[in-house]
């Protein structure tokens, strides 16, 4: 059964560095999404993605954070900066409608640790 | 605003106990509501949603449009089902989920 992956499974960066979450959602999905969830807290949404262009994002998802889908097959979140506080479980998320009951898929979570 | 509460953070119950995961929603429209659950080092994965009314796993849940709830519930625990549990709800133009807080249910022997 096709699955979202991610990877890295576990990344750690020094503040102030540049990181690049990967994602590959399920091939004919055209909705996608990361969320996050900072450890002992809920998961939150950061932004959706359709048709090549962020179709919403929260007020979590500031100047700092970037999404491409650079291939068609990888989608991308970037931090431009990283602080302390973005050190958290990322999630993406994929779904072939909008409309209706429509399952989101995930991935398995990328741990970043920013120190 | 929108909001998804799950009480309880720890539900703690014995093998062949039932079990109710309380959730309650805050939402103007008509809600679309999702159960999801996440076992030991596996991903979110869906478990039901409200609009099929079907049991999964021997898990139900109904919507309670005056009480604004969607509790999940199992007449009969299995240790199987220790995991943590998400009620989610589906918002806004894009399809985005708001969770719960989460709760985890340990089923002891």
């Known amino acids: 059964e096709p699955e979202v992956t991610q990877t890295p499974s576990h990344q750690v960066t020094q503040m102030g560095q540049e990181v690049i979450l990967r994602c590959v959602p399920i091939?004919?999905?055209?909705?996608f999404y990361w969320y996050r969830q900072i450890l002992g807290q809920k998961v939150e949404f950061l932004v959706s993605?359709?048709?090549?262009?962020?179709?919403?994002k929260s007020e979590i998802f500031d100047d700092q954070f970037s999404v491409e889908r650079p291939d068609g097959s990888n989608f991308t979140l970037k931090i431009r900066s990283t602080k302390l506080e973005d050190s958290a479980m990322y999630f993406c998320?994929?779904?072939?409608?909008?409309?209706?009951?429509?399952?989101?898929?995930f991935g398995p979570g990328t741990r970043l640790t920013v120190l | 605003a929108q909001r998804v509460t799950q009480p309880e953070k720890l539900l703690s119950v014995f093998k062949g106990a039932p079990v109710e995961l309380k959730c309650n929603y805050s939402?103007?429209?008509?809600?679309?509501l999702f159960w999801y659950v996440q076992y030991s080092r596996q991903r979110l994965q869906l478990l039901l949603r409200?609009?099929s009314r079907e049991s999964i796993k021997g898990f139900t849940a109904d919507l309670n449009k005056g009480e604004t709830s969607f509790h999940l519930k199992k007449p009969f625990a299995q240790e199987e089902d220790s995991a943590m549990y998400y009620c989610?709800?589906?918002?806004?133009?894009?399809?985005?989920?708001?969770f719960g807080q989460g709760t985890t249910l340990q089923v002891k022997p």
């Open positions: 998320a994929s779904s072939t409608e909008l409309a209706g009951y429509n399952e989101q898929f």
């Open positions: 091939s004919n999905h055209l909705y």
């Open positions: 993605f359709y048709n090549n262009e962020i179709s919403e």
């Open positions: 939402y103007s429209g008509s809600p679309e």
């Open positions: 409200h609009i």
């Open positions: 989610a709800l589906k918002f806004g133009n894009t399809g985005k989920l708001i």
